[in-house]
């Protein structure tokens, strides 16, 4: 528009001067063909002067427009790509001005007010409407307070799943206020991750300080030398190792846990003897069974054998971890079955009992990692709750799969899955 009004002023001085050189002419000359001649000669020059200043000031009113033009071509690139973001980034936004009105909306959002029977699109009546169904914090008058007061993200619970809700102004560099903006983050999973490591932090501590008070407890009185009793001396060192024992195993199952984090399940994987494996894990757990009167039935026959290929110290691991699991959750005078059932691509070792089972609630969870039922219906039974998860990692690297079935108070039963090799051997029960 500049160059516009240039061009118009030059255009109207430049008729003037020629005009008033006309007029001069006229009065100095007064032969009509020179007087003719010069008037052409002057209009001529001044319509050059004006066809060169209006050319120069078109050309650079021109290249103005065009760096205009290139600079709001790239302020809408940046405004769309910054728009298709937010519309389509993982977590929830919403922008609203400083007049309440609904500036953007994302689809995470629209997604989360699914829930609500969202259909058609979403104006500012609408969007609180749902809004207030999810959460009030989420009304436009409660996001424009909330970030003007500068409040700290807040965590809320809506039907069991956590979101993190930030508020941010939008403050331009002349520092008027124009709005604000929430942003809604599902932190479902880090809020239970979380709570899991809590728990697993109280378990563990719980788990390491009683057999260290223990092992304290019973070496202290044996360096007082009041046990004079050789057998109570062996009571007394078996229950020194058996708590050594009980701390080795939280050790190695945190030190798999760190193992398989880090570095990945690694398997030393060969041909091997899968009934063999099982009926040596079930003589393992013979003596700590007897102990509470338990009956543990092998029905896997000596004349069995099925090759798989695996690692056998770990597929070892996890039939001690199911048996001793089995052992402590069943009661004095139970019963534990192992057998083995052999089908065309894979074999199953199932372990069984009549302890006091898994309520329903526990059941889809006991393979999560730290997690550990109520312990009013375990009988407050120790445990780090890895136990489960280490192992169903390790029949998972296999190929195979570890299932549980089981009723509160009616027992457990445990099915290992893994595949057959390619060199089967004896075939076994079908």
């Not at 205009?68 to 973001?85: G, K, L, N, S």
Request: with cysteine.
């Amino acid at each position: 528009m500049v160059g516009i009004r240039k061009a118009r002023l030059a255009s109207f001085v430049l008729l003037l001067t020629c005009f008033a050189s006309l007029l001069v002419l006229f009065v100095l000359i007064e032969d009509r063909e020179r007087l003719y001649i010069a008037a052409a000669v002057v209009i001529a020059v001044h319509v050059a002067c004006w066809w060169f200043v209006y050319r120069r000031i078109l050309l650079s009113e021109a290249a103005f427009f065009e760096a205009v033009e290139e600079d709001m071509y790239a302020v809408h690139f940046r405004f769309r790509t910054f728009e298709t973001a937010v519309r389509h980034i993982k977590d929830g936004v919403v922008i609203v001005s400083e007049e309440d009105d609904l500036v953007l909306v994302n689809e995470t959002v629209k997604g989360l007010f699914a829930a609500y029977k969202l259909d058609g699109e979403l104006d500012a009546s609408r969007y609180d409407e749902f809004a207030a169904g999810f959460s009030e914090k989420l009304e436009r008058k409660n996001i424009l307070e909330s970030a003007n007061k500068n409040l700290p993200p807040e965590t809320i619970n809506v039907d069991g799943q956590y979101f993190k809700i930030g508020y941010v102004a939008l403050v331009p560099e002349k520092g008027k206020w124009r709005g604000a903006v929430a942003v809604i983050s599902d932190v479902t999973e880090s809020t239970k991750a979380d709570r899991m490591q809590s728990d697993f932090i109280a378990n563990v501590s719980h788990e390491l300080r009683t057999p260290l008070t223990n092992v304290k407890s019973h070496a202290e009185t044996l360096m007082t030398g009041s046990v004079e009793d050789e057998g109570m001396v062996l009571d007394f060192l078996e229950i020194i190792v058996s708590e050594a024992d009980r701390m080795n195993g939280l050790i190695r199952e945190l030190m798999d846990l760190a193992s398989m984090d880090y570095t990945g399940l690694v398997l030393n994987t060969s041909e091997s003897d899968l009934p063999s494996l099982a009926r040596m894990s079930t003589r393992k757990v013979g003596g700590v069974a007897q102990k509470k009167a338990i009956t543990v039935n092998c029905w896997i026959d000596d004349s069995m054998s099925l090759s798989v290929e695996m690692d056998r110290g770990r597929i070892e691991q996890v039939l001690d971890n199911v048996l001793n699991n089995a052992i402590k959750y069943t009661e004095e005078g139970g019963r534990i079955d192992v057998d083995i059932i052999s089908g065309q691509n894979c074999v199953q070792i199932v372990i069984t009992d009549n302890g006091t089972g898994i309520s329903e609630e526990d059941l889809a969870r006991v393979f999560e990692r730290f997690y550990r039922g109520d312990k009013a219906l375990t009988g407050g039974i120790g445990g780090t709750g890895l136990g489960l998860a280490i192992s169903k990692q390790i029949v998972e690297a296999h190929g195979g799969t570890i299932s549980l079935e089981s009723k509160d108070r009616r027992g457990t039963k445990v099915t290992v899955s893994l595949p057959v090799s390619k060199v089967r051997g004896i075939p076994g029960i079908l």
